[in-house]
């Protein structure tokens, strides 16, 4: 997989908390290429916060490797950040804690060209262009951030990324602070700088609708793990986890024909105390004995893959020699 | 027969500095027990003002007029001592957010019973018992054990349960619940809404639901008021307004949604945002986001009238009439 800008493999995370350590991502592996979107997914607690700052090297990991541009992504720490890294941006959920209140919008933007060297007259010139290219007036430079709605400071915390010439942006939840009509312009948004600008961008977000609206390809993560990757329409369409089922099932459609979403009963396990092999079948409707005793890996299904070894067919392969 | 609630010609000024601006405008709807009815619009269209009037919970300031009958008995007229025995023990609300709707540092019991003593005076115990059957009813596991736990030691899903188990304590008969799910996930929200909508059918509770997404509409509220800058834009059954939207701003409104069935199609914004408090547009509020404005949405303020026996629309040239 050489031709992905951004490739996490093995990767794992872990918190120490009480004296434990919590695993939050167990062995992830993910890439995403230029001028492509991948959305991930799944409910709070199941690690794709982590996932996405561990990619990004704000986390420190606990085993596995990131790869940007075939370089590795070192954790933030005391050192500068390596200059390589800087194709490597992030977008946060919260534009009213993400920009700081006492800077001008034109410097907030501009330090992302002035830390690659621009002069402060042409790193100014080029937060107005930025401005435009994500539809705001290109004389907002001289205003602040709290002149602004949620969704212009989303707009804004963009054009912030692009200024360091990114090819590759981790977005965590971009849109879910935002009011509905804010939220479709800012996914447009993102699609289309990721086609124009042919960038990567790793989505991640708990609300399915928008995923499977711009992401070319969606993982579906449950308590620190990939149950299933895939096409965003081959997986939406029909889904072949029995997490992922839940999960589209449960979206309720606004089509007014009165129906109530499917419910998946019971809570996101706690990360300290994993169920042992399927980490989802203490909720999984098609669980079986085995189900707790085998590790479970992706495998091809129906073009896609899938850690289910009762969907895959998969036992024999699945099977560990230390079980629970 | 009158309906349980009976809001007519409701009207909130707020103070601003450019005098007193109107965030809710001459609006009238009506609940009947054991019915969900829907609130929809952005932030800023006075759907969250509308709700902090039923409880007398306007910020400093503010001027009512029109009315708002509960039962028959008139809600603004009411003085705090009076107002202070309806809420909670009348009509109750879940916000948004359930991490601040629960006291952090009081346990559970204390914070379901306290109101329950005080409105049904009954004992201690009596409370405690009374406190873990509705800890059971919205599916809280060991709900004794959950009486002495305090609201950081669960997740958001169910906290927010908690919160609604604490909002029913005192047997309401209104519910308000202003974007009860928006901060959950897919699969909590699925079971919250089952659970209101179990709660007006076996007890007869009325429900009103305040959101944004049309999903959650078309799943619960059998009547549906699409808000807009502080008035009615359209009212009917969801069925119908879902399906066939008759005013552009619904019909904006459901564009801009990302939905299954859409596909990939990208989503269409409605372009601009929905106007501030005291810069509200003359005429029909909509009319400089409406793509179907004519010379006379700018001059003339639409007034909700009737298109059928339950459909209300305030938008006198109709363009969608045709497409329905």
Same mark, same amino acid.
């Given at each position: 997989?050489?031709?992905?800008?951004?490739?996490?493999?093995?990767?794992?995370?872990?918190?120490?908390?009480?004296?434990?350590?919590?695993?939050?991502?167990?062995?992830?592996?993910?890439?995403?290429?230029?001028?492509?979107?991948? +959305?991930?997914?799944?409910?709070?607690?199941?690690? %794709?916060?982590? /996932?996405? !700052? *561990? $990619?990004?090297? @704000? =986390?420190?990991?606990?085993?596995?490797?990131?790869?940007?541009?075939?370089?590795?992504?070192?954790?933030?720490?005391?050192?500068?950040?390596?200059?390589?890294?800087?194709?490597?941006?992030?977008?946060?959920?919260?534009?009213?804690?993400?920009?700081?209140?006492?800077?001008?919008?034109?410097?907030?933007?501009?330090? +992302?060209?002035?830390?690659?060297?621009?002069?402060? %007259?042409?790193? /100014?010139? !080029? *937060? $107005?262009?930025? @401005? =435009?290219?994500?539809?705001?007036?290109?004389?907002?430079?001289?205003?602040?951030?709290?002149?602004?709605?949620?969704?212009?400071?989303?707009?804004?915390?963009?054009?912030?990324?692009?200024?360091?010439?990114?090819?590759?942006?981790?977005?965590?939840?971009?849109?879910?602070?935002?009011?509905?009509?804010?939220?479709?312009?800012?996914?447009?948004?993102?699609?289309?700088?990721?086609?124009?600008?042919?960038?990567?961008?790793?989505?991640?977000?708990?609300?399915?609708?928008?995923?499977?609206?711009?992401?070319?390809?969606?993982?579906?993560?449950?308590?620190?793990?990939?149950?299933?990757?895939?096409?965003?329409?081959?997986?939406?369409?029909?889904?072949?986890?029995?997490?992922?089922?839940?999960?589209?099932?449960?979206?309720?459609?606004?089509?007014?024909?009165?129906?109530?979403?499917?419910?998946?009963?019971?809570?996101?396990?706690?990360?300290?105390?994993?169920?042992?092999?399927?980490?989802?079948?203490?909720?999984?409707?098609?669980?079986?004995?085995?189900?707790?005793?085998?590790?479970?890996?992706?495998?091809?299904?129906?073009?896609?893959?899938?850690?289910?070894?009762?969907?895959?067919?998969?036992?024999?392969?699945?099977?560990?020699?230390?079980?629970? | 027969?009158?309906?349980?609630?009976?809001?007519?010609?409701?009207?909130?000024?707020?103070?601003?500095?450019?005098?007193?601006?109107?965030?809710?405008?001459?609006?009238?709807?009506?609940?009947?027990?054991?019915?969900?009815?829907?609130?929809?619009?952005?932030?800023?269209?006075?759907?969250?003002?509308?709700?902090?009037?039923?409880?007398?919970?306007?910020?400093?300031?503010?001027?009512?007029?029109?009315?708002?009958?509960?039962?028959?008995?008139?809600?603004?007229?009411?003085?705090?001592?009076?107002?202070?025995?309806?809420?909670?023990?009348?009509?109750?609300?879940?916000?948004?957010?359930?991490?601040?709707?629960?006291?952090?540092?009081?346990?559970?019991?204390?914070?379901?019973?306290?109101?329950?003593?005080?409105?049904?005076?009954?004992?201690?115990?009596?409370?405690?018992?009374?406190?873990?059957?509705?800890?059971?009813?919205?599916?809280?596991?060991?709900?004794?054990?959950?009486?002495?736990?305090?609201?950081?030691?669960?997740?958001?899903?169910?906290?927010?349960?908690?919160?609604?188990?604490?909002?029913?304590?005192?047997?309401?008969?209104?519910?308000?619940?202003?974007?009860?799910?928006?901060?959950?996930?897919?699969?909590?929200?699925?079971?919250?809404?089952?659970?209101?909508?179990?709660?007006?059918?076996?007890?007869?509770?009325?429900?009103?639901?305040?959101?944004?997404?049309?999903?959650?509409?078309?799943?619960?509220?059998?009547?549906?008021?699409?808000?807009?800058?502080?008035?009615?834009?359209?009212?009917?059954?969801?069925?119908?307004?879902?399906?066939?939207?008759?005013?552009?701003?619904?019909?904006?409104?459901?564009?801009?949604?990302?939905?299954?069935?859409?596909?990939?199609?990208?989503?269409?914004?409605?372009?601009?945002?929905?106007?501030?408090?005291?810069?509200?547009?003359?005429?029909?509020?909509?009319?400089?986001?409406?793509?179907?404005?004519?010379?006379?949405?700018?001059?003339?303020?639409?007034?909700?009238?009737?298109?059928?026996?339950?459909?209300?629309?305030?938008?006198?040239?109709?363009?969608?009439?045709?497409?329905?």
């Amino acid at each position: 997989m050489t031709d992905m800008v951004l490739q996490v493999s093995g990767v794992a995370v872990e918190y120490g908390r009480r004296g434990q350590r919590v695993r939050a991502v167990d062995g992830v592996d993910l890439g995403v290429a230029r001028g492509e979107i991948v +959305g991930l997914v799944g409910e709070s607690g199941c690690g %794709k916060s982590t /996932l996405a !700052r *561990a $990619a990004v090297g @704000l =986390e420190p990991l606990a085993a596995g490797s990131v790869t940007f541009e075939g370089q590795p992504v070192v954790a933030l720490g005391r050192r500068r950040r390596p200059d390589y890294l800087r194709g490597l941006q992030m977008v946060f959920q919260d534009p009213y804690e993400s920009l700081n209140p006492r800077r001008k919008i034109g410097e907030l933007i501009a330090d +992302g060209a002035w830390l690659g060297g621009a002069r402060r %007259k042409d790193g /100014l010139e !080029r *937060a $107005a262009e930025l @401005l =435009e290219r994500v539809g705001m007036p290109a004389n907002a430079v001289d205003s602040y951030a709290h002149e602004f709605s949620g969704g212009q400071r989303q707009r804004i915390a963009i054009a912030r990324t692009l200024a360091a010439r990114p090819t590759c942006l981790i977005a965590d939840e971009p849109i879910s602070a935002l009011d509905a009509s804010a939220q479709a312009q800012v996914a447009n948004l993102l699609s289309e700088l990721v086609d124009e600008e042919d960038l990567g961008l790793i989505l991640v977000s708990h609300d399915l609708s928008v995923v499977r609206q711009v992401a070319d390809r969606v993982a579906v993560m449950y308590l620190g793990r990939i149950v299933e990757v895939g096409a965003t329409d081959t997986v939406w369409a029909n889904p072949q986890h029995p997490y992922t089922e839940a999960l589209v099932a449960a979206i309720p459609r606004p089509d007014g024909a009165g129906v109530l979403p499917v419910d998946l009963p019971g809570d996101v396990p706690d990360p300290a105390n994993p169920p042992a092999g399927c980490r989802f079948h203490p909720r999984c409707p098609i669980a079986e004995a085995s189900c707790s005793e085998l590790e479970q890996r992706l495998l091809p299904v129906a073009g896609r893959d899938i850690a289910c070894h009762i969907r895959s067919g998969a036992v024999a392969h699945a099977r560990q020699p230390h079980a629970g | 027969m009158g309906a349980l609630l009976q809001v007519e010609n409701l009207t909130v000024a707020l103070p601003t500095r450019s005098g007193y601006q109107n965030a809710v405008d001459g609006v009238s709807f009506a609940v009947d027990a054991g019915e969900v009815m829907g609130i929809a619009g952005e932030s800023g269209s006075g759907k969250t003002m509308t709700a902090l009037s039923l409880f007398g919970l306007l910020p400093h300031g503010a001027r009512t007029s029109g009315s708002i009958r509960l039962d028959g008995g008139e809600l603004l007229d009411m003085n705090a001592k009076q107002l202070r025995a309806i809420r909670g023990r009348q009509i109750a609300m879940v916000s948004q957010d359930p991490a601040t709707a629960l006291h952090p540092i009081l346990s559970i019991g204390t914070q379901m019973t306290e109101h329950m003593r005080h409105h049904l005076g009954v004992s201690k115990s009596e409370a405690l018992t009374r406190a873990a059957d509705l800890l059971g009813t919205v599916r809280i596991p060991d709900p004794e054990q959950a009486l002495h736990s305090y609201p950081g030691q669960f997740s958001g899903g169910m906290r927010q349960r908690i919160a609604i188990a604490v909002a029913l304590a005192a047997e309401p008969r209104l519910l308000v619940a202003d974007e009860p799910t928006t901060a959950l996930d897919v699969t909590v929200q699925a079971g919250i809404l089952r659970l209101l909508d179990r709660l007006c059918r076996e007890r007869g509770l009325a429900v009103i639901v305040i959101t944004h997404d049309l999903g959650v509409m078309s799943a619960t509220a059998r009547r549906l008021c699409v808000m807009y800058a502080g008035r009615l834009a359209e009212a009917g059954p969801t069925s119908e307004l879902l399906a066939s939207p008759r005013h552009p701003y619904t019909r904006g409104l459901l564009d801009a949604l990302p939905h299954p069935e859409a596909g990939g199609a990208p989503l269409v914004p409605i372009g601009g945002s929905p106007p501030s408090l005291g810069r509200v547009p003359a005429g029909c509020p909509f009319h400089p986001r409406c793509r179907y404005a004519q010379p006379l949405c700018a001059t003339e303020r639409p007034e909700p009238k009737p298109i059928s026996d339950l459909h209300l629309l305030a938008c006198p040239p109709d363009p969608l009439r045709a497409a329905s």
